[in-house]
């Protein structure tokens, strides 16, 4: 038994007694104060419109205790409840269902169908919050796992079990680069997360992106913009709960978080509604405590891996601002989509030369490392020429290197750009290492 299914079973064997039941004694911004519950942090409570336990309820985690009198945070829309409203302990932390019928299906962050199709069949149940796995009894990444995107195989290539961030500005297809991985991965399962997004985004991820050969081994799970910031931070700490479920089932899960940074701005929201301080550019300090907690959850474990992909949103393209700067601390790599790329119709948009893998000693080997830089040197010798070059002002002969980068230039751009539907049969690093041939011939 892990220690995650113990905790589980020692929160369900509490003696449940008579039902504990509160008032509402305050309802500000995002807050709800409850007298009467002596609920724990973390617990999970419904509010009821009424003063009876009937009719319509929404759920609340407890979020701070003031005294006597407990701070919630509701996880739906608040119209309706006033000065009186009935509060009911359930003595249980935030939960979500899991299993195999999740496969294929569109939820929200409390696990409820959005797709239409139909209700779902599930009869597990894990806590959205849970601990990592202990660092020494996480297995050590080894194994690569190919994404089917050329730039990310040759030049940062993933582990089973590795985490990595996307980082980028808002409209430079990190959406899109998601979706082409999840139909062309290697991974048993795709857990996606899509935290802040439109609700026309959504709708067009999955039917347009992701795709019905996609969406076959995948589950979504969505929180759009318009909801509430606990909403938005569960679908986080939900989908995690989801990946851990099939990991623990010894599968290796490709898990997309599109983008922590919405996740970040919802906690800062909660935090400034129960008072903390705002520190870097009004980001609370709860924040970067969610950021480790969350992102450490991702990774090998004893059996089974999550391979993490958090897009990351760069303000302004600003890879330093403080959730990137903190992520990217935390990450073993990040992939940098290019806004310039992007304006010149190059996808997917990445900037190789600013992209890093932290493991990928331990993925590839010495050859392809071996290719994978050559290429990289030729594509930075390029950027140092690249103004003369447009200019007409560079002169063969004075560089053999610079030389060699310009012939090559059409070939890597060639091999870097992917369209969605192409799919390649050879491994990418033999593909590069076959283009350097040519440009050498």
Do not use: W
């Not at 195999?100 to 409390?110: E, F, P, Q, S, Y």
């Not at 050329?150 to 980082?167: E, K, M, N, W, Y």
Request: charged share 20%.
């Amino acid at each position: 038994m892990t220690a995650l299914s113990h905790a589980l079973q020692q929160a369900r064997a509490v003696p449940r007694g008579p039902v504990a039941y509160g008032k509402v004694r305050s309802i500000v911004g995002l807050l709800v104060e409850a007298s009467g519950l002596n609920a724990a942090v973390g617990e999970l409570c419904y509010i009821y419109e009424g003063t009876r336990p009937t009719g319509r309820r929404i759920k609340a985690e407890v979020v701070g205790v003031r005294s006597e009198v407990a701070v919630l945070m509701p996880l739906e829309e608040t119209h309706g409840l006033r000065a009186g409203s009935l509060v009911q302990r359930s003595r249980l932390p935030l939960s979500v269902r899991v299993g195999c019928g999740l496969l294929g299906r569109v939820i929200d962050a409390n696990g409820r169908p959005l797709d239409g199709v139909g209700p779902l069949v599930l009869t597990d149940t894990r806590p959205v919050q849970a601990p990592p796995p202990p660092a020494m009894e996480r297995q050590l990444i080894n194994t690569p796992l190919l994404t089917g995107v050329r730039a990310v195989d040759a030049f940062t290539p993933l582990g089973r079990g590795q985490r990595i961030g996307i980082f980028a500005g808002s409209g430079v297809g990190k959406s899109t680069l998601l979706g082409m991985m999840a139909r062309q991965t290697e991974a048993d399962v795709n857990v996606i997360a899509l935290v802040g997004e439109r609700s026309r985004e959504v709708r067009e991820f999955v039917h347009d992106t992701l795709g019905e050969e996609g969406l076959r081994r995948s589950v979504v799970i969505a929180a759009t913009g318009d909801q509430a910031a606990m909403m938005r931070v569960k679908a986080a700490t939900a989908a995690l709960a989801i990946a851990e479920h099939f990991r623990d089932q010894g599968q290796d899960v490709l898990l997309m978080m599109d983008s922590i940074t919405r996740v970040a701005m919802a906690q800062r929201e909660i935090g400034l509604a129960i008072g903390e301080p705002p520190t870097t550019r009004g980001y609370t300090p709860s924040v970067f405590a969610l950021l480790p907690r969350l992102l450490e959850r991702a990774g090998p474990g004893a059996i089974g891996s999550i391979t993490g992909l958090f897009t990351v949103l760069v303000d302004g393209d600003d890879l330093d601002e403080p959730v990137g700067d903190a992520a990217r601390g935390i990450l073993d790599g990040h992939i940098v989509l290019s806004r310039k790329l992007a304006h010149a119709g190059h996808f997917p948009a990445i900037d190789v030369l600013q992209s890093v893998s932290r493991v990928i000693d331990r993925v590839t080997t010495p050859e392809a490392r071996s290719t994978s830089d050559e290429a990289r040197g030729l594509l930075a010798a390029y950027h140092e020429i690249e103004d003369l070059v447009r200019v007409g002002a560079y002169e063969r002969g004075q560089d053999p290197l610079a030389d060699r980068a310009l012939d090559a230039h059409s070939a890597l751009t060639n091999f870097l750009r992917q369209r969605v539907t192409d799919t390649t049969d050879a491994t990418p690093i033999d593909t590069l290492r076959q283009v350097l041939h040519g440009v050498t011939a």
